[in-house]
């Protein structure tokens, strides 16, 4: 038996508190088994994103991430950022891609947030290597998946070829011609 992975390892920079508070309640483990299980948030409370994904998949979601203090800036002050990762091939991306779209919307909605995955294998399968990704703005999600991007650009590559092949050039002769006589040969 092979075991499958997916692994992922992104920051979203500049964090502050605010975002991180919100951030640590949407993705707060016990607040979602409570609202799945009351099949709501308590009234009054901003909801939370991730529900849904918990009453589809009928548990809780994976997200893995933790704040970080950044580099020194000039200023002498620390940016933090978080980190999401996942190295144990749990992540769930649909829940995460969600989730930031959600972060966007509220704290960033100028912002476009990109992440990257690698799906790998405990045994060398055929197809069960490749990734993905997507870009997620306050109004919108692309997924990207290696597997289709490769395909496409052979999809591609191999019109560009199939349409060479089908036009000769003027100066090449055509099997049948007599062969020219180099130059300087004279005849």
């Not at 009234?43 to 991730?50: A, C, F, Q, S, Y």
């Not at 002050?77 to 990762?85: G, I, L, N």
């Not at 490749?130 to 490769?150: R, Y």
């Amino acid at each position: 038996m092979a075991d499958n992975y997916l692994q992922t390892s992104e920051s979203l920079d500049n964090v502050t508190d605010a975002e991180i508070e919100w951030l640590t309640r949407q993705t707060d483990a016990e607040a979602l088994e409570s609202a799945a299980d009351a099949g709501s948030v308590v009234e009054g409370e901003e909801p939370l994103v991730l529900l849904e994904h918990c009453k589809e998949c009928g548990g809780c979601v994976s997200v893995d991430w933790e704040v970080h203090d950044g580099c020194q800036m000039p200023d002498g002050t620390r940016q933090e950022y978080v980190w999401f990762h996942d190295e144990a091939g749990s992540m769930d991306v649909d829940a995460l891609a969600c989730l930031m779209q959600a972060f966007l919307k509220k704290f960033r909605p100028t912002e476009v947030f990109a992440l990257t995955w690698a799906s790998t294998c405990s045994k060398p399968r055929l197809g069960e290597f490749g990734g993905g990704g997507f870009a997620v703005s306050a109004d919108n999600i692309e997924w990207f998946s290696a597997h289709t991007l490769v395909q496409e650009a052979a999809t591609r590559m191999k019109h560009a070829i199939t349409e060479r092949s089908e036009v000769q050039p003027d100066h090449e002769a055509s099997p049948d011609a007599p062969a020219e006589e180099p130059p300087g040969s004279g005849s």
